[in-house]
Nanobody, 123 residues
Framework: QVQLVESGGGLVQAGDSLRLSCAASGRTFSDLAMGWFRQAPGKERELAAAISSGGSTYYASSVKGRFTISRDNAKNTVYLQMNSLKPEDTAAYYC?????????????????WGQGTEVAVSS
């Protein structure tokens, strides 16, 4: 089992930055692939960014160049640095873990989920 707790969401203005954090416990964190998913009101959940156990990253085209995913294995934490935020980034953001570690951008592979943190970007 993996427990995930997100933090760092909030209300910001367009152009601002936020950093989300996700603290993990329960398994060897360095073995896990981690992903940040988001779900906007009325839309399907989508993968925003992922990082493999080896540090390889994936970004959705909508966030590439603005968001950065990183991990600190010593702190069992994954981060999502979000810059140049847009109103369309407004969503609930979820941290998820895949024990396989490959960081493939496929939601069904992620078997562990946090409760989510809300990000709202005003224009």
């Amino acid at each position: 089992q993996v427990q995930l707790v997100e933090s760092g969401g909030g209300l910001v203005q367009a152009g601002d930055s936020l950093r989300l954090s996700c603290a993990a416990s329960g398994r060897t964190f360095s073995d896990l692939a981690m992903g940040w998913f988001r779900q906007a009101p009325g839309k399907e959940r989508e993968l925003a960014a992922a990082i493999s156990s080896g540090g390889s990253t994936y970004y959705a085209s909508s966030v590439k160049g603005r968001f950065t995913i990183s991990r600190d294995n010593a702190k069992n934490t994954v981060y999502l640095q979000m810059n140049s935020l847009k109103p369309e980034d407004t969503a609930a953001y979820y941290c998820a873990a895949d024990y396989r570690g490959n960081g493939e951008p496929r939601e069904p592979l992620y078997g562990y989920w946090g409760q989510g943190t809300e990000v709202a970007v005003s224009s």
